[in-house]
């Protein structure tokens, strides 16, 4: 008897680390979702392990969103050398001002396996800005990088960030990399004025700030939606 108890404890143990382990979720569409293991993301596609270990590849055209270690990355249209295409945007802050984020490593951490694996690769450079037109641009190549050997170290891609509110057009490029130049830091400004309006205090926050980064943009979203639930 005592036996078996202690077995039947291992196999709840058992189950419920599988169950922890299995967190991560594809959401197809409304109420159609499914579970597994996030190997990693290029932000066009995630490859998702599923329970009998094969994995399956999900395109950003393809579902809503998913969950990976607690982040959720949604499915959002951007412009690409002209044309408009789907992609995963990790979401910064939600509420009545939406932050996002693209790039960064995407990938897993394998170091057991010599695998192609997910490859980010996201530039930021000269160009049409994505929506926002800033000057910044966001261009995004599948799986750069997949010719290296992946015992070398790679490069994290730069993150470029957007803001976006509903009823004011699309999503902006916050041009945040590629230094603090008195021109960028007053297009953050400008564009933060134009999407966190009806709060006096927080304008004038913003019009005081000199330079702007990527965690107080953070914070200014955060407390704005923070006032306006």
Excluded: C
Excluded at 137 to 147: A, L, P
Aim: a positive charge; aromatic letters at 8%.
């Amino acid at each position: 008897m005592k036996g078996i108890k202690v077995y039947a404890l291992l196999l709840m143990l058992s189950i419920t680390v599988t169950a922890v382990k299995a967190q991560d979720i594809i959401v197809i569409s409304e109420g159609n979702f499914v579970r597994g293991t996030i190997q990693g993301t290029d932000f066009s596609t995630v490859m998702l392990k599923n329970d009998d270990g094969n994995i399956s590849p999900y395109k950003a055209k393809d579902i809503k969103e998913f969950l990976w270690n607690g982040e959720t990355y949604v499915s959002k249209p951007i412009v690409i050398k002209k044309r408009m295409e789907l992609r995963f945007f990790k979401v910064v802050e939600r509420g009545a001002v939406n932050l996002y984020s693209i790039g960064g490593n995407g990938a897993a951490e394998q170091p057991q396996e010599k695998r192609r694996r997910i490859q980010p690769s996201v530039g930021i450079g000269g160009g049409t800005g994505g929506f926002g037109g800033f000057g910044g641009g966001v261009g995004i190549t599948i799986g750069g990088g997949r010719n290296r050997d992946d015992d070398q170290p790679r490069a994290v891609a730069p993150t470029a960030y957007f803001i976006e509110r509903f009823g004011t057009g699309p999503m902006v490029e916050l041009p945040v990399n590629g230094g603090n130049s008195e021109g960028k830091n007053q297009q953050i400004k400008n564009v933060l004025l134009q999407k966190l309006i009806n709060d006096e205090d927080l304008a004038e926050r913003i019009k005081a700030t000199e330079t702007f980064d990527a965690k107080l943009i953070k914070a200014y979203v955060a407390a704005y939606n923070e006032m306006h639930k």
